[in-house]
């Protein structure tokens, strides 16, 4: 009886979905969001996106190659990770820093540690941790959607005008920090849910984001658990900051739909392999991410707190299964 159990790591999906199915959907459901990007940033994310995929890709073969396993190419999160660490890099980003962070991502984070449903830490997350630990300058140069100025000038010290159309949040930490006026970052809001605003390539557009996360809901490739608790969480943390502070804290719904934080919600909090696999671990995970991102955008010297809150509560995710165990089918077994 024991020699047909079959022992594996996450992802355990109790729906008849291959992982094939799942990265598929998530790829799909990304699309509205890659269309953004490239509407907004042309050329520059075109190739920044298909540098990411393609160097994932790559990697990963010859990780296979190298550890001598079956082509593991076909079930496609490596094309996923691909894609959420471009989403996650400024549009400017010279491809070879592209190629280093993917690489990372994928021999590092993910294959190292024996592949697909092996790894703690979200790939993408973790690579981008480490890309702005080597190259800050680098992933802190933003470009000027060409839909604002079509030579998409990079904001500088020099080049201030272009500022408050491109970094919303950027304008909201510089409010808090007494050196702007927060009616300028509350000013980006409709900016911000179409897309019209610089920062990284997967916050260009809230409305693209949604899209595709409704997608994923609709095809029940993720639950509404994790993106509810996510979204809830900082938009509870947003409003109590706000309405003590007006004049110093931005609108709650900028921090909603401005930054990471709805790819967040819908794509990379919703990772299998590192979220909690029950459902109040998925509100735990969620809300503690949804407050940490909120907690370093509030308090702390960052615009965005999105990478870190995720990779922490990646950290925390083994505590919380431990914490909230699923109940076996039958029911809790009788002690004798």
Same mark, same amino acid.
């Given at each position: ?7 594996? +790591?996450? +992802? ?8 094939? %199915? ?37 990697? #990963? ?6 550890? !001598? !396993?079956?082509n ?37 984070? !993910? ?24 190259? =800050? ?7 000027? +959607? ?26 909201a930490?510089?409010?808090? !920090? ?5 009616? #300028?970052?509350? =000013?980006?809001?409709k ?20 899209? =595709? ?5 609709? %095809? ?16 509870v ?19 909603l ?39 370093? %955008?509030?308090?702390? #010297?960052?615009? #965005? ?7 922490i ?8 299964? %431990? ?14």
């Amino acid at each position: 009886m024991l020699s047909k159990i079959t022992v594996s +790591p996450a +992802p355990h999906i109790s729906q008849k979905l291959s992982t094939q %199915r799942v990265m598929g959907d998530v790829i799909i459901g990304l699309l509205p969001a890659m269309a953004a990007a490239i509407w907004f940033f042309r050329l520059q994310a075109a190739l920044v996106i298909l540098t990411c995929v393609t160097a994932c890709m790559a990697s #990963e073969w010859i990780c296979g190659v190298i550890r !001598k !396993k079956e082509n593991s190419l076909w079930d496609l999160s490596a094309v996923v990770a691909g894609l959420i660490l471009a989403f996650s890099l400024p549009p400017a980003i010279p491809l070879w820093a592209a190629v280093i962070g993917s690489a990372f991502a994928i021999v590092i984070c !993910k294959m190292l540690f024996g592949g697909l449903g092996a790894n703690i830490f979200n790939p993408a997350m973790a690579a981008r941790a480490f890309l702005t630990a080597s190259f =800050g300058m680098l992933m802190t140069t933003w470009t000027v +959607p060409a839909t604002v100025d079509s030579a998409m000038p990079h904001i500088s010290a020099t080049n201030t005008a272009t500022v408050t159309q491109a970094t919303p949040l950027a304008w909201a930490k510089s409010a808090i !920090k007494g050196k702007a006026e927060v009616t #300028e970052a509350n =000013g980006l809001l409709k900016n911000t849910f179409w897309g019209n605003v610089g920062g990284c390539l997967g916050e260009t557009s809230s409305l693209a984001l949604l899209i =595709g996360g409704v997608y994923l809901l609709i %095809r029940r490739t993720i639950t509404f658990h994790i993106p509810a608790a996510v979204l809830i969480a900082a938009g509870v943390f947003a409003a109590v900051f706000y309405f003590v502070n007006p004049d110093k804290y931005s609108d709650p719904l900028l921090h909603l739909f401005g930054g990471g934080m709805l790819i967040c919600a819908f794509f990379i909090a919703t990772d299998p392999v590192t979220a909690p696999l029950s459902i109040k671990g998925m509100w735990i995970f969620g809300a503690g991410a949804g407050a940490l991102i909120m907690l370093i %955008r509030l308090a702390g #010297e960052y615009p #965005e707190g999105v990478m870190y809150a995720i990779l922490i509560m990646n950290a925390v995710t083994p505590l919380i299964d %431990r914490a909230c165990k699923l109940v076996p089918a039958g029911g809790k077994p009788h002690v004798q």
